[in-house]
């Protein structure tokens, strides 16, 4: 199989972040495939505590699916595992077992995200775009997005809504459903002309039909809530996104920000909430309420939650990656201190404060 060589593979983790930023931008989301002979699956399995990998690719005719075809090799993995850059890791070993595959696949399955990835960029849409093949992000754990957990009866499926509620249209379908990858699309086509809607227009609209789905008695209500079904269980982030995604459906929320004004409506009244719920918290600290604080607190993460929903970030993510970003600063720091015969234990604040912007400017290039 041919691959394009669309970038180098010896880099930092911050040149990966900025070559799928700009490869995303190629990523295909709508066509379809006129005919498919042949289906590919595609997985990579580490040892623990090694560097060692095993790399296989299986081949099947399609639709009778029969094995046609299999190759695997064993590599030695050179990128560190980082969340949200698994194809740095896993692509190079993947990419020298398609280039023994002899029945070219139509389409290929991956053991990982597609474009429902923090920047479109999963080891599907990756791989899918150096083979220059429809592909399809086969994932066991959420980067990004939201969902509601399915029924327990077999065949009961959810759909995997976009990060923000003002990027609906980021995702195939509007955030409606994500075969994901490379060049295989997602959305159907609605009869007759399109209709132009905003992102908030086309979320009401989803509700409506949801609602009667559900056979609902009217647009504005039913038996059930709103809120009704979300799963309690879910991590608090992503439960304060999408109660928020949810209530602003039906118009109780800040009024869209506008792109070029940062005034008290939209973006500048978000930004004022957030400041307010600090002062609440300050006032706690300082009357040293122990309940009230941990309430004004939680109202202080909340606000940023709908900061990030305005500014359509993730903030599930974006954690992430700032916490990832810490252990690395951190690390570094310990190294640099080593270097110097000295222990952390040993140094004083002001002394760790130097080697922090030490590991930050290495970072930085």
């Known amino acids: ?89 896993e692509a190079p070993p993947l990419l020298k077992v398609f280039e023994k595959i002899e029945h070219e696949p139509d389409l290929i399955l991956f053991d990982g995200q597609g474009i429902a990835h923090p920047r479109g960029m999963g080891i599907a849409s990756h791989v899918g775009l150096l083979l220059n093949k429809p592909s399809i992000g086969c994932a066991k754990s959420l980067l990004t997005g939201h969902f509601e957990e399915p029924a327990m009866e ?7 809504y976009a990060p923000a509620s003002g990027s609906a249209g980021d995702w195939p379908g509007g955030g409606e459903h994500l075969p994901a990858g490379g060049q295989v699309g997602g959305a159907t086509a609605p009869h007759g002309p399109p209709q132009i809607m905003t992102a908030r227009e086309v979320l009401h ?40 995604e949810r209530v602003s459906r039906v118009g109780f929320d800040w009024p869209s920000p506008s792109s070029s004004v940062l005034g008290k409506e939209g973006i500048g009244g978000v930004l004022d909430k957030v400041r307010e719920e600090f002062e609440e918290l300050e006032e706690a600290i300082r009357q040293n309420e122990k309940e009230r604080i941990g309430q004004e607190l939680g109202d202080v993460l909340f606000s940023l939650v709908n900061l990030a929903r305005f500014t359509q970030v993730d903030p599930e993510g974006a954690l992430r990656e700032t916490t990832h970003r810490f252990i690395d600063r951190f690390k570094e720091m310990d190294r640099i201190a080593r270097a110097k015969g000295r222990s952390l234990h040993e140094l004083s604040l002001e002394e760790m404060d130097v080697l922090w912007e030490q590991s930050k400017n290495k970072e930085k290039g």
């Open 1 to 89: 199989m041919h691959i394009q060589k669309l970038h180098p593979w010896q880099i930092s983790p911050r040149e990966a972040i900025a070559i799928q930023k700009s490869m995303a931008a190629q990523v295909v989301k709508t066509g379809h495939l006129e005919s498919v002979k042949y289906v590919a699956g595609a997985d990579v399995s580490t040892e623990k505590n090694s560097s060692l990998a095993h790399a296989g690719v299986v081949v099947m005719s399609f639709p009778g699916l029969e094995l046609v075809e299999e190759q695997g090799i064993a590599f030695e993995l050179s990128f560190p595992y980082i969340p949200g850059l698994l194809a740095f890791r």
């Open 154 to 160: 077999q065949g009961s499926f959810s759909y995997l």
């Open 205 to 244: 609209r989803w509700e409506e039909l949801k609602r009667q789905e559900r056979g609902s008695e009217s647009a504005s209500g039913g038996q059930e809530s709103l809120l009704e079904s979300l799963p309690k269980a879910l991590p608090a982030l992503i439960l304060a996104h999408r109660v928020q």
